[in-house]
């Protein structure tokens, strides 16, 4: 290789996926002060996502978290695409797409091609495993997990996950780009779930079989955790605001690498799921978000 990946600073970012963690993810790269490519296939996607992007910047400087001049630039240094090969001079790219292990692979496989000797390639995947992801490129010790919690402008954590040949100079690149992001950095191995999902998703999915065997309302349980473990938000709100189907998946996840019958997904989840009851993004999970705000759930992120 020409050079190596610590030559210089990470200046240009490309996001693949114009969904709420791409977005989000892209705005917080932009007010950082990267240069970023964010890339959908589906063009009102990309619509949608700069007009969340444009609306969650003004509520920063609405606040005073930001000022009006950083936000302007901020939206200046953001450029939308469909086409993947404007992503081929970045430095990292981060995919934010579907949670499947053969989706991501077959992008990443894309990227490899396209991109140049030295980008680093992160995955924002909150269960997969980056080492089978890093398997379908030519590039395994430039591929890492990059775990953004969601919403990724408010929150300050970022999770990344080594894969099996992740090099230490990429670790140390990506840790120096997150930090660059103003978040506090956590390092995980390699297994189902990382830190994060491996400790929440099943307490998720045991608040689901608490509902599911009648042991308390979802209101109640709830409440319960909010007041009685101080929790900003309930697991089954939380649950509607990740999306269930997300959520689905990474219990699938672990289930399926631990092989183990804790991790096996509440009936109810499952039914949810195949309901078409997604949570937030589709008006309907656990919570309907279609009646009036009074009657709606308030996050607390």
């Excluded at 917080?28 to 964010?38: K, T």
């Excluded at 000022?67 to 469909?82: I, P, Q, V």
């Excluded at 954590?157 to 956590?186: C, H, P, Q, Y």
């Excluded at 309930?234 to 219990?251: R, S, T, Y």
Aim: aromatic share 6%; with cysteine.
């Amino acid at each position: 290789m020409a050079e190596t990946t610590t030559t210089k600073e990470t200046e240009v970012v490309g996001v693949v996926g114009g969904g709420q963690m791409g977005s989000g993810i892209a705005q917080v790269a932009a007010v950082s002060g990267f240069d970023v490519w964010l890339h959908d296939t589906d063009p009102a996607a990309l619509d949608r996502a700069v007009r969340a992007v444009s609306s969650s910047i003004g509520r920063f400087v609405s606040k005073g978290k930001l000022s009006r001049a950083a936000g302007s630039d901020a939206m200046k240094r953001l450029r939308c695409t469909s086409n993947l090969e404007d992503l081929r001079d970045a430095d990292v790219i981060i995919e934010a797409i579907v949670e499947s292990e053969e989706v991501k692979k077959t992008l990443f496989s894309k990227l490899d091609k396209i991109a140049k000797a030295t980008t680093i390639l992160a995955s924002n995947t909150s269960s997969i495993s980056i080492t089978r992801l890093a398997s379908g490129t030519s590039r395994p010790s430039q591929v890492i997990g990059m775990h953004f919690m969601n919403p990724p402008p408010l929150m300050k954590l970022i999770e990344i996950v080594r894969g099996a040949d992740t090099s230490d100079e990429v670790f140390l690149k990506i840790k120096d780009l997150s930090e660059r992001m103003g978040k506090i950095v956590v390092c995980s191995q390699d297994y189902p779930g990382f830190i994060v999902n491996r400790i929440l998703m099943p307490m998720i999915n045991e608040a689901f079989h608490t509902l599911y065997t009648g042991v308390a309302t979802k209101e109640d349980i709830d409440t319960a955790m909010k007041l009685g473990t101080n929790h900003p938000m309930g697991p089954l709100e939380l649950a509607d605001l990740i999306g269930l189907d997300v959520c689905l998946n990474i219990m699938k996840v672990l289930y399926e690498g631990f092989g183990d019958s804790k991790y096996s997904p509440c009936p109810l989840l499952v039914q949810y799921v195949d309901a078409g009851r997604l949570g937030r993004k589709r008006g309907i999970g656990v919570y309907s978000y279609e009646s009036s705000a009074a009657e709606k759930p308030k996050a607390s992120l």
